[in-house]
């Protein structure tokens, strides 16, 4: 296999993955093409209405002029008949643009959700990829399309890339590096979501101590837990940088209608951590039956730093292992050079005088 022939075939796989990749755009544009001519139709039969409405108003003015000159003020009604005339196609013209974007939007979402649930797009976007999506803080169907399109078109990029670059090597090399680079380039996403998914765990269980103090300060002056949560999302939100949106997230679902068990049990579902999970389990209690949330706090924030230094011991107990062989490796030449180099070098010199007398 020639250079022209790896050309033509890198060129063939590029113009396949770019328009594999440009169907969707092309049918999303095709849709909202037809939309807009589709509003465009209507608004010009309503202009069409309204102007034969217009001229049999016009047609019924001269029979009803004779009556209006003895009433006061009916040029002016006239003249802002006529104004009102003037600035209906401008108008007109607004509504068609904003009915357009808005049905163009929808068309878009509704292609979205139907790639989403396509074959390809249950392949590409899984299950387990929405909930990493949902841990790292994107929610809702762009974040879902945005992650689906990149995970198909940076493999196809990069393989083609690297196919290119490795054109003087062997068919069997281009092939491999293509192949090597599309199995890493679309495995890396996933990656990155999960080692984000679980940075953002790890700032929860650093947050959680500071939402206990939180809600037990405000519980403590008398607010309520909606309130509570209100407030710490208002005023706190930038300490809290996982929690704090995803608080803001559960006021605003409660808000719409949903009760507060079901919007605090999302973030217990969301982050697999046991101690979020018992403050949820906790203030759902206290919202559901009422009660005093203040000593149950309290005794739970003391369990939660008692389970902090724990953790933070066996951390430390692991770190003493980990130096051991760093001082093994590093230290104990030097000691032995420092502590048994002089007696070797003494050893030396005897030797060396011993040999000289003789």
Request: with cysteine; charged share 20%; hydrophobic share 50%.
């Amino acid at each position: 296999m020639d250079r022209l022939t790896l050309i033509s075939l890198s060129l063939l796989a590029t113009a396949c993955g770019l328009g594999v990749l440009a169907l969707p755009l092309l049918r999303d544009w095709r849709q909202r093409r037809l939309s807009a001519r589709t509003i465009d139709a209507a608004l010009a039969r309503q202009r069409a209405m309204e102007g034969a409405q217009n001229a049999q108003t016009a047609q019924a003015a001269p029979a009803t002029a004779p009556r209006a000159q003895g009433v006061p003020g009916a040029p002016g009604t006239a003249g802002a008949r006529a104004a009102a005339h003037a600035a209906t196609p401008a108008a007109a013209s607004g509504v068609a643009t904003a009915l357009g974007a808005q049905l163009g939007a929808r068309v878009g979402e509704r292609f979205d959700a139907h790639w989403l649930e396509s074959r390809l797009g249950r392949a590409v976007v899984t299950p387990e990829d929405q909930q990493l999506l949902e841990q790292c803080g994107w929610y809702g169907l762009q974040a879902r399309v945005v992650f689906g399109v990149l995970r198909l078109g940076l493999p196809l990029a990069l393989s083609v890339l690297a196919m290119l670059w490795h054109l003087g090597a062997s068919a069997f090399m281009v092939v491999a590096w293509g192949f090597g680079t599309f199995a890493v380039a679309y495995l890396a996403p996933k990656w990155y979501l999960r080692r984000r998914a679980a940075e953002r765990l790890r700032m929860v269980d650093e947050e959680l101590p500071v939402l206990i103090d939180m809600l037990r300060l405000l519980q403590g002056v008398g607010l309520s837990i909606d309130q509570s949560l209100q407030v710490i999302v208002a005023e706190f939100g930038s300490m809290l940088r996982v929690l704090g949106p995803e608080l803001a997230r559960a006021n605003q679902q409660f808000a719409s209608g949903r009760s507060r068990e079901q919007t605090l049990l999302r973030i217990g579902r969301l982050f697999d951590s046991e101690d979020l999970k018992s403050l949820i389990t906790l203030l759902t209690q206290v919202d559901k039956h009422g009660g005093a949330v203040q000593e149950p706090l309290r005794q739970f924030g003391l369990r939660m730093q008692e389970a902090r230094k724990s953790r933070m011991k066996d951390e430390i107990g692991r770190l003493t292992v980990k130096m051991t062989a760093v001082m093994v490796v590093s230290l104990l030449p030097v000691l032995l050079i420092l502590t048994a180099g002089p007696g070797f070098l003494g050893v030396i010199r005897m030797l060396a005088n011993m040999g000289g007398t003789r």
